[in-house]
């Protein structure tokens, strides 16, 4: 019947809301007996003219405070039904959120975010009338009968055994339901996960759809989703009226046994008109909190399809448990390092805790135990299929120096990102070896590594606020002047003064700042932060060259002073680097200094020269004029 040990265990301090939502349900059952017996007493003594003025009195004045304790009851009930879906929806929240945390940033390798964030509301919010109704309505429903009965025993036996025989196929036609409804909810709840994901997808690239004149193609698609999601609503909606309806049935037909039996005792004589009277106006309340219980029933049902996911994402396996804590030596050593990511992302079947210890679900992994002969990655333990692996990084040999300024260059998919990942602790699941300050980075607890290496990439998030929020996010105590300092280090501060200063509002994803704008500021945030390690990784990509520079002077300034590692696509910008490292597939193709690896006229040379006449190109190039007329632009940019 819908009993999740482990959910109520969860959030067990729900109990008292719901052992309190009982007890005055209970109450109010109670009134309604004492009252019910007072009228029908008073109707029997009115048939045979026995009733006097203070029988009336008394009766009168038992209604009324039963009217008044019910109404009481109903209003505690409601309070106590609040109270424990408050308590539910804040401890799940809090539950997802700690454990995202604890997951890391490498979260979305196991569950996608459209996913946690439709759990995390929707999901929790369908818990309500789980903890709210349906539970206090479960134990009520199986306590009201059994009160019911022992009372009218003292009344009839055979009327009292008939209405409680009849309140068991109420719940015996919801088990039967339930099957069903189970498999029908779980397909329910996938296609609103779909649509779901469908749609932020489509309004996180609404942009690019509009420039590309795709919009059609994903309305069209979006329509889809939206006429699969809601036939799989009438399907729900068709099998609650139909559940309803027999419940109902069965709610009525029991009632209508017990009246008839009543009417049968009292012909016989074995029961009196009160008695009868009384058997008549409460057989109703031995079906309607069962009723009333089938009717949460498939609110419920959704809200348990619902912490099926929710316990799916807390049973992700995490990381365990890192005691080291980063060495003043912030040197880093990468030894025979590997790397890979699969192919096709996680399934929604697939998201099992099982599943996600042997890695079936998520993007990365250790190199596998067993292989296949035709590739296919076999687990270790079961010899089960999973899919294949694209390896990224392979035997990788790297050493980052305290105070160094290195380089990771090479074409687009050489590793170079996946590397910075591993670093920063993004990327877990690697082969080899990672040692800061010879310390293995995998034992190196999260805080205290984010604490010592901050990361800026060319998508550097910034928040929805102001710039004094962005920015005290990489040092919450900072004063004003520091921050002051830090923008005039980027060459923001000019700009933000123009604007309201510090308080100066930035929208979503600061889109009223451009693009090199936005990259300053989060240099600004990453120079308060004050780490020991750096890395940028492509922070000067798709900016502009004031920008550009901008950021490259600050970069050439903390190195000597931190270990700083620069990734980028441009070679002009790595060139005073102690030492670069070349990747190509993978692997390290050739490293040193700029001057070495030019004389080897190796890997890095053939793409220096590239990029020389690429970024020269069109100095000697001829263009039209307005009138038509081709004319040659030479290297000072003047119309030769």
Not at 35 to 50: D, F, N, P, Q, R
Not at 87 to 97: A, G, S
Not at 448 to 457: G, H, W
Request: charged content about 20%; hydrophobic content about 40%; proline content about 3%.
């Amino acid at each position: 019947m819908m009993i999740n040990k482990r959910l109520i265990g969860t959030v067990s301090e729900s109990k008292k809301y719901i052992v309190g939502n009982v007890a005055v349900q209970w109450c109010s059952l109670a009134a309604n007996m004492a009252m019910m017996t007072s009228v029908t007493g008073l109707l029997a003594s009115l048939y045979t003219k026995e009733a006097g003025k203070d029988s009336i009195l008394i009766t009168v004045a038992v209604a009324a405070a039963a009217v008044i304790i019910r109404f009481g009851c109903t209003v505690v009930s409601s309070h106590m039904a609040y109270l424990s879906a408050k308590t539910v929806k804040k401890m799940l929240r809090d539950k997802i959120y700690r454990k995202l945390l604890r997951l890391g940033p490498s979260y979305n390798e196991q569950v996608k975010t459209s996913e946690i964030v439709q759990v995390a509301v929707e999901g929790v919010e369908q818990l309500e009338t789980y903890f709210g109704a349906y539970l206090p309505q479960f134990f009520y429903a199986m306590l009201a009968p059994l009160t019911l009965f022992a009372y009218l025993c003292f009344v009839s036996v055979p009327s009292a055994f008939v209405l409680l025989i009849c309140v068991p196929l109420i719940p015996v036609s919801i088990a039967a339901v339930q099957t069903w409804a189970k498999k029908l909810l779980s397909k329910y709840w996938v296609q609103y996960t779909a649509l779901g994901d469908t749609f932020l997808e489509n309004l996180q690239g609404l942009t690019t759809l509009k420039i590309y004149r795709a919009d059609g193609f994903k309305h069209e698609e979006m329509n889809r989703e939206a006429e699969k999601f809601r036939r799989i609503t009438m399907k729900v909606l068709t099998m609650q009226l139909n559940s309803i309806t027999i419940m109902d049935m069965i709610a009525y037909g029991g009632a209508a046994l017990g009246v008839i039996m009543a009417a049968t005792q009292f012909r016989a004589g074995k029961v009196s008109l009160s008695g009868c009277l009384l058997i008549i106006l409460l057989s109703a309340d031995f079906f309607i909190p069962m009723r009333q219980l089938g009717s949460f029933f498939h609110v419920a049902m959704n809200g348990m399809a619902a912490s099926d996911k929710i316990f799916r994402l807390l049973d992700l396996p995490e990381r365990e448990e890192r005691t080291e804590a980063v060495p003043e030596d912030c040197s880093i050593v990468c030894s025979g390092l590997c790397f890979s990511y699969r192919e096709s992302g996680p399934s929604d079947a697939d998201m099992t805790p099982q599943n996600m210890s042997r890695g079936s679900s998520g993007t990365n992994l250790r190199r596998a135990d067993k292989s296949s002969s035709d590739g296919t990655m076999m687990d270790s333990d079961e010899g089960a299929s999973v899919s294949k692996e694209r390896e990224v990084l392979h035997d990788v040999r790297m050493e980052f120096p305290k105070g160094g300024f290195i380089s990771i260059v090479g074409e687009s998919g050489c590793g170079k990102s996946t590397m910075a990942a591993i670093l920063t602790g993004r990327n877990q699941g690697y082969g080899g070896s990672v040692k800061i300050g010879g310390v293995e980075l995998s034992d190196i607890r999260e805080e205290d590594l984010m604490k010592n290496i901050t990361y800026v990439s060319h998508q550097s998030y910034l928040f929805k606020g102001t710039v004094r929020e962005n920015l005290l996010m990489g040092k919450p105590d900072a004063p004003d002047p520091d921050l002051w300092a830090v923008l005039e280090r980027v060459n923001l501060a000019d700009f933000l003064r123009d604007e309201q200063g510090l308080d100066t509002v930035l929208s979503e994803k600061a889109s009223n700042l451009s693009g090199g704008q936005c990259q300053r500021l989060a240099l600004a945030r990453a120079l308060l932060h004050d780490s020991p390690v750096y890395i940028f990784d492509e922070a000067t990509s798709n900016i502009d060259v004031e920008s550009e520079n901008d950021i490259m002077r600050e970069i050439h300034s903390l190195a000597g002073k931190k270990t700083v590692i620069l990734i980028s696509h441009r070679l002009a910008n790595v060139a005073a680097s102690d030492n670069i490292y070349v990747m190509e597939k993978g692997k390290v193709a050739e490293n040193g200094s700029h001057e070495e690896l030019l004389a080897r006229n190796g890997v890095y040379a053939g793409l220096w020269n590239v990029q020389q006449s690429l970024e020269n190109y069109g100095n000697q190039q001829e263009y039209p004029d307005n009138r038509g007329k081709y004319q040659s632009i030479g290297e000072e940019g003047t119309m030769a």
